[in-house]
C-alpha cells in the first residue's frame, strides 16, 4: 500500500495546495492534509476495493476533500 501512497503524494499535495483557503493554510498544510489522508486510507484500505490505480487515486482524492472540507468548517 506504501507504494500506491507514495505514487500518489505529489497530486494529492497539488489538490490540497488548490483547496486550502488562505485563511485555512495559516492553521494547516498542504502536506499535512495529505498526511491525515493517508492516516484515513490506512484505516479504511481493507473495507476499499479498487479495479485500477486510478479507482484509488480518486478514492484518495474524496478523502482527501472530506477532511479538508471538516476543516474548513
Do not use: C
Not at 4 to 16: D, F, S
Not at 20 to 35: C, H, R, W
Not at 37 to 57: E, V, W
Request: proline share 3%; net charge neutral.
Amino acid at each position: 500500500m506504501n507504494g500506491y501512497l507514495e505514487h500518489n503524494r505529489g497530486k494529492l499535495t497539488e489538490i490540497a495546495r488548490q483547496l486550502i483557503s488562505p485563511e485555512l493554510g495559516k492553521k494547516v498544510g498542504a502536506s499535512d492534509a495529505v498526511q491525515e489522508t493517508y492516516l484515513d486510507a490506512t484505516k479504511d484500505f481493507r473495507n476499499f476495493s479498487f479495479a485500477k490505480p486510478a479507482d484509488f487515486q480518486a478514492w484518495l482524492v474524496v478523502l482527501l476533500t472530506n477532511n479538508l472540507t471538516d476543516l474548513h468548517r
